[in-house]
């Protein structure tokens, strides 16, 4: 399994997280894990997901979510989850 | 299952720290190009440099994309051009359309530096070293990506002072060469003593004739990440201090390893080394000043200095050795003054000169780094300061260097702009006494007792 952390931070609105879910359901990216709080009125948003049944290019899903966050005013950052595992567990 | 604050933790690193991947650096070997025909030579060099390295450039910024990581610099390092050139060039000359051919071939597979225009002469010296070395001046006039560097010693050869001598005036004439610059030829070019050949970090890099046909090394920094994490801890003891280093240096090699490893399966080359080393950058924040600084030192330079330094290159090492088993080069702190705006503040208010930094070499991962000295220095007083960084790293078995910028036509005081990742530097004072009977010796120095081992 190819997985994939997604995080936004942002101010908080309604919809931020139907706009993301149904974009990531739109290509084949199945939600694993989702964690979201909020502090001060900003929406701090963490989601595992699994990237491997899409067929869009990783960078091209990573500057799609890029525009998307633009438009919902918020900042949208995929990742592939090896940065996090490799830096944080021995 | 990963969690929310590691999360945050490492892209806190990379957004506000200025935590990066310097650099991704593809060693070549050029031995199966040598010709002793020059055309064929330099025709056969150009071929294997673009091809090898022709998705590079590429891959660096795929990585660079999905994990949402900076990697600053795309690099290739050569096999010594003077073992290369050594049938087929007959003057200096012949040496400096070489460079200009890797330069124009790092120019079209877009990496911002290439390194390799080296000779070896730790003990002797050949004549194809000599023409080499004798064509650096035109060659860094000429090139602009191309990094030149001269192993003058070793601690199992001693030093080679006839080589000392020569790179005196030869680190001159590069800097007469490029003096509408401020000399900036000069900060192309490394003088070393205990070369490694697996180093990814220029000036001094090269791909070493014991490595293998093509290999990735890959470079790490993160000075803000060290600076951020040691803030947390002030006032604590020095076993709290160390922990944190090593800590941190542990995570920040983690990253390494996974970019080079990523690197070297997309390029189908072996990955070779990780060199994890604090290398500043004159962003604020990006400093190895304020890392000493930040152990409760007023400014750098001052009593303490050398301990507090001592101390951050040993735990970087020992977080690093513990992340990957492929950790190499030289690993630990680069004090360059010109990247650095810590360092370049305290030239500038006297709390740091030259023989301070020196001190500072003998316990850091190099050594005399990007230092702006007056245009009026002598040779034989920059051959001396080569000798004595040289005897500190023969001495000590360590990897020492010398990268001094005589700035023609400016004075104590004054400022050199290198500009981007280069910097600026004030020219800092040198101490005039003559050293001129002692480099006019010639010959070499040799071996230190300790280097027979065997």
Redesign the interface.
């Known amino acids: 399994m190819q997985k994939s952390?997604l995080?936004v931070v942002g101010k908080d609105r309604v919809g931020i997280i139907a706009r993301i879910c149904s974009y990531l359901a739109d290509n084949d990216v199945n939600i694993l894990?989702i964690?979201q709080?909020i502090v001060d009125g900003f929406f701090?948003m963490?989601m595992?997901c699994d990237t491997t049944k899409t067929t869009k290019e990783?960078?091209l899903l990573?500057d799609e979510l890029d525009a998307l966050g633009k438009e919902l005013g918020v900042m949208i950052?995929?990742?592939?989850?090896?940065?996090?595992?490799?830096?944080?567990r021995i | 299952m990963i969690e929310f604050k590691e999360v945050s933790e490492t892209n806190e690193m990379i957004e506000k720290e200025n935590l990066d991947v310097r650099t991704i650096t593809l060693g070549i070997s050029l031995l199966d190009c040598i010709d002793s025909n020059l055309e064929v030579l330099k025709k056969n060099l150009y071929g294997k440099i673009v091809t090898t390295a022709k998705d590079l450039v590429k891959v660096g910024k795929d990585i660079e994309r999905e994990y949402a990581i900076p990697i600053v610099n795309k690099r290739i390092s050569l096999t010594p051009i003077a073992l290369i050139g050594a049938s087929a060039c007959k003057t200096p000359e012949d040496f400096v359309s070489i460079a200009e051919v890797l330069d124009k071939a790092a120019g079209k597979v877009g990496v911002n530096f290439i390194g390799g225009f080296t000779a070896l002469p730790a003990k002797g010296m050949t004549k194809s070293e000599e023409l080499l070395i004798r064509a650096i001046p035109q060659a860094m006039a000429r090139t602009e990506h191309l990094c030149a560097s001269v192993n003058v010693g070793s601690t199992k050869t001693g030093i080679n002072m006839d080589a000392v001598k020569l790179m005196g005036s030869i680190i001159r004439e590069t800097a007469e060469a490029t003096k509408e610059h401020d000399s900036i030829g000069c900060s192309k070019l490394v003088v070393l003593c205990n070369a490694p050949d697996d180093n990814p970090f220029m000036a001094g890099a090269f791909h070493g004739v014991t490595e293998t046909d093509s290999v990735i090394n890959v470079g790490v920094s993160g000075p803000g990440v060290v600076n951020q994490a040691i803030k947390a801890v002030r006032g604590a003891d020095f076993t709290t201090l160390c922990e944190t280093i090593k800590k941190t240096a542990f995570k920040v090699t983690r990253l390494g390893e996974l970019v080079g490893r990523e690197a070297s399966k997309r390029l189908g080359i072996p990955f070779g080394i990780l060199d994890l080393s604090l290398a500043p950058t004159p962003a604020i924040g990006d400093s190895i000043a304020e890392i000493l600084e930040g152990m409760g030192l007023e400014q750098v330079g001052c009593p303490g200095t050398t301990a507090a330094l001592a101390l951050l290159n040993d735990q970087v090492k020992k977080g690093g050795i513990m992340a990957s088993s492929s950790v190499g080069g030289l690993s630990g702190a680069f004090i360059p003054v010109s990247e650095d705006h810590g360092m370049i503040d305290a030239a500038q208010s006297g709390n740091l000169r030259i023989e301070k930094l020196e001190a500072m070499t003998s316990v850091c991962s190099v050594g005399l780094d990007m230092i702006a000295i007056p245009g009026d220095t002598s040779a034989s007083t920059i051959s001396g300061i080569i000798a004595d960084e040289a005897a500190i790293g023969m001495v000590n078995q360590k990897t020492t260097a010398v990268r001094v910028i005589p700035v023609i036509g400016k004075k104590v005081g004054e400022m050199a702009e290198f500009g981007g990742l280069l910097g600026y530097a004030p020219i800092m004072p040198v101490n005039n006494g003559s050293c001129e009977e002692f480099i006019a010796r010639g010959g070499r120095i040799p071996a230190p007792i300790h280097s027979f081992k065997n």
């Open positions: 952390i995080t894990d964690t709080t701090n963490m595992i990783f960078h990573s950052k995929l990742q592939r989850e090896d940065i996090f595992e490799k830096m944080q």
